[in-house]
């Protein structure tokens, strides 16, 4: 029992550790949301506690140090991780968000590490010579060696990261009031058009492959992450309301699909959609939260939604116009 519980112990820690550092590597070079765009659980600032919390566990579960507290520590611990990947495995999510830029299904997470982890730290408890508080108090050395890293990593992992946290373009919320400008007024045909200077065109056409095709009319654009649950619901609903304008031979507005890095070849998209398809440039980091909606006439911004929604397309044209 006592060399079974040292292996599943450092077993677990090992898994905590790895995962710390994957996150860590993912907080580098990606561009994590913060809480009020993305909501608390996934947020920056969310992760800047989590991540030094479940390194400094995953050393404290491979150290031994009081034993007994250690593993009561680590038995909680992937016990909520349990409750936290069946979340994401009932809401959708293609990965659970452990490893980082590793996606890994929640489902496979959750049969494969998280009620393993957690039955077998269960069932391997340390021996009754271990109690939960010292004494007996470990060996200097011992405690120097492994208590040094924890308490490093509790002080300067946050500050770290936020000090070397990428650089990321955000949305722009300014946009151009639309009742306002006569070009664009649905209820004037006869309006005399203005040329547009290519100065007053959305600053991010210049990252968006199918920019040209944005330029023309009324386009509302939709931008998805390929495993964003959201847009796996509303990606085909703009898909088959656009079907059904072109049908009627409704012209007075386009839809386009808009891919944010990194890609993947599986998204909502129907592969036969009749909306324009285009990505977002990879030479960017993009600090955007999924689906983040915009429209555009004839390339100048002129409406937004909050990122992470994407307003039913029956309603788009009212609230384009909608008097302020």
């Known amino acids: ?65 009081f034993r007994r507290a250690a593993w009561l520590a680590g038995t909680l611990a992937y016990f909520g991780f349990i409750f936290v990947t069946l979340y994401k495995g009932v809401i959708g999510a293609e990965s659970c968000g452990c490893f980082g830029q590793i996606h890994v299904n929640p489902w496979i997470t959750l049969g494969l590490i998280d009620v393993p982890m957690f039955l077998i730290l269960l069932l391997n408890r340390p021996g009754d010579e271990y109690k939960l508080l010292p004494p007996p108090w470990p060996k200097v050395w011992h405690a120097i060696i492994f208590a040094a890293p924890i308490f490093a990593t509790l002080i300067f992992t946050a500050p770290m990261l936020v000090a070397f946290k990428p ?66 619901t509303m990606v085909p609903r703009y898909d088959q309301y656009f079907r059904k304008m072109k049908a009627s031979g409704d012209d007075s507005m386009k839809f386009a699909f808009v891919a944010i890095p990194p890609y993947s070849e599986k998204g909502p998209v129907p592969a036969d959609t009749v909306c324009l398809r285009g990505k977002l440039s990879d030479s960017q980091k993009w600090a955007i939260t999924s689906p983040y909606v915009v429209v555009l006439i004839d390339g100048q911004l002129v409406k937004t939604w909050k990122q992470g929604t994407a307003p039913e397309p029956d309603k788009i044209m009212d609230e384009i116009f909608a008097q302020p």
């Open 1 to 65: 029992m006592k060399i079974a519980n040292k292996i599943v112990m450092t077993l677990g820690g090992l898994v905590l550790i790895a995962a710390s550092i994957l996150k860590i590597h993912e907080m580098l070079v990606v561009c994590i949301p913060g809480w009020t765009e993305h909501g608390v659980w996934e947020s920056y600032e969310f992760l800047l506690l989590q991540i030094p919390l479940e390194l400094c566990l995953g050393i404290w579960l491979v150290s031994g140090l």
């Open 167 to 232: 650089i990321c373009i955000r949305p722009d919320e300014s946009v151009k009031p639309v009742m306002e400008d006569p070009r664009i007024k649905p209820a004037d045909p006869n309006a005399v058009v203005t040329p547009i200077k290519q100065s007053e065109l959305w600053s991010w056409l210049q990252y968006i492959d199918i920019a040209d095709q944005l330029k023309k009319g009324l386009v509302v654009v939709l931008m998805y992450h390929h495993d964003c649950p959201t847009c796996a």
